[in-house]
């Protein structure tokens, strides 16, 4: 326990509680890529996990800065519910190249023991907050909702856009569609992203994943989805198979979005993508703070050669221009909520539980 003058403290607990919230942050195919160690009574030190990378669908680790920056912002957040300000410190062992890894820390938080009177609503959010993959219900989104989403994240003077334009939605869409054919159609990307998505490809439960359960389709949708896969798999083999019912799955989702939303940079450091995570994170919390379903759909921001064409595509369409880079593209909208994905066991004092 340290103390301060104001009288202020910060248990091993409190710090516990925040590594566990922050733990509920989003990350791709939930791989919960961060490695966090504490350094002192009431500072932590974040890093990449290596372990935990998606090696071939995301070469340069850009969306794995940005699920670190999903940690951070989520631990902030947590921080402040409990009266407690939080001072990151980025790369404070030095900084390494947008296309490098070392292993060095992505940023020191240090909390600090003084009381501030201030909460974050935001905070009620994280035990709550959930990527919502099912289709939406198609009803627009309300003018106040659309103010909160895109003030979320002022705060990082990183632009977040919204469209709610139907003929928009549905370009982006079919160019999502074929960028999730593009991610598939390679047999080591396929095997990376099957080996984490739960029901498709005949793998069953994939444990720490996440699946067609949070597509929205419960026990028995499953289970014909999967007999109309097996009668498929005559035609095709089983991993095209699932390929071309997941593109078409994704197709769906994004057709029945009330809005798109995407975060850009002007960048594409280490630290844009580690704040474009930070301000991702303020989006998703938000949207769950006021009801509104969040689902990222990043295949065509993909980091490979055969994706480029797909994604330069996107950046046209949507006016994102002169070297801006799309850190993130989600769909928004009204829908029930979905089982939520679990987080995995960090071990050590900082204990995260699966959420259930
Ligand atoms: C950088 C990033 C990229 C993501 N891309 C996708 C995506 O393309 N498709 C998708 O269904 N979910 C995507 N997600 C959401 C994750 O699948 C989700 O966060 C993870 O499964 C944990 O679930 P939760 O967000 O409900 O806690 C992405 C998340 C992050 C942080």
Not at 115 to 132: E, F, G, K, M, W
Not at 155 to 177: K, R, S
């Amino acid at each position: 326990m340290i103390r301060s003058g104001g009288g202020g403290v910060i248990t091993s607990f409190q710090l516990n509680e925040v590594l566990i919230a922050a733990s509920r942050a989003p990350s791709p195919c939930n791989r919960q890529p961060w490695r966090f160690t504490t350094t002192g009574e009431a500072q932590f030190q974040v890093a990449l996990d290596h372990e935990r990378l998606l090696p071939v669908l995301d070469p340069y680790h850009r969306e794995g800065h940005i699920a670190v920056g999903a940690f951070l912002e989520t631990a902030v957040i947590a921080a402040r519910g409990a009266g407690k300000t939080a001072d990151l410190q980025y790369f404070p062992d030095g900084w390494y190249g947008q296309k490098e890894l070392r292993d060095l820390p992505v940023a020191r938080v240090t909390l600090d023991p003084g009381q501030v009177s201030r909460s974050d609503p935001l905070c009620t959010a994280i035990s709550t907050r959930q990527s919502n993959m099912r289709a939406y219900n198609r009803r627009p989104l309300s003018d106040l909702h659309q103010t909160m989403l895109l003030d979320s994240c002022s705060a990082y003077q990183i632009p977040i856009a919204l469209t709610q334009d139907l003929g928009l939605i549905q370009e982006v869409a079919t160019l999502q569609a074929r960028a999730t054919e593009v991610m598939l159609e390679d047999p080591l990307r396929q095997e990376e992203f099957f080996s984490h998505f739960s029901g498709l490809s005949g793998r069953g439960i994939v444990p720490g994943g996440y699946g067609l359960a949070q597509c929205g389709y419960g026990t028995i949708h499953a289970s014909m989805m999967s007999l109309v896969q097996l009668m498929r798999c005559y035609l095709l083999n089983k991993e095209d198979a699932a390929a071309s019912l997941y593109s078409a799955m994704v197709f769906r989702e994004m057709m029945s979005a009330a809005a798109l939303g995407w975060v850009s940079t002007k960048g594409s450091s280490r630290i844009d993508q580690v704040l474009a995570g930070r301000a991702y994170a303020a989006v998703d919390l938000t949207a769950a703070a006021c009801g509104v379903a969040i689902h990222p759909m990043t295949h065509i921001l993909g980091d490979y050669p055969a994706m480029k064409g797909l994604s330069d595509s996107l950046a046209q369409l949507l006016g994102v221009t002169s070297g801006r880079t799309i850190q993130m593209l989600f769909r928004v909208g009204y829908a029930r909520p979905v089982p939520k994905t679990e987080r995995r066991n960090t071990g050590g004092s900082s204990q995260v539980r699966p959420v259930t």
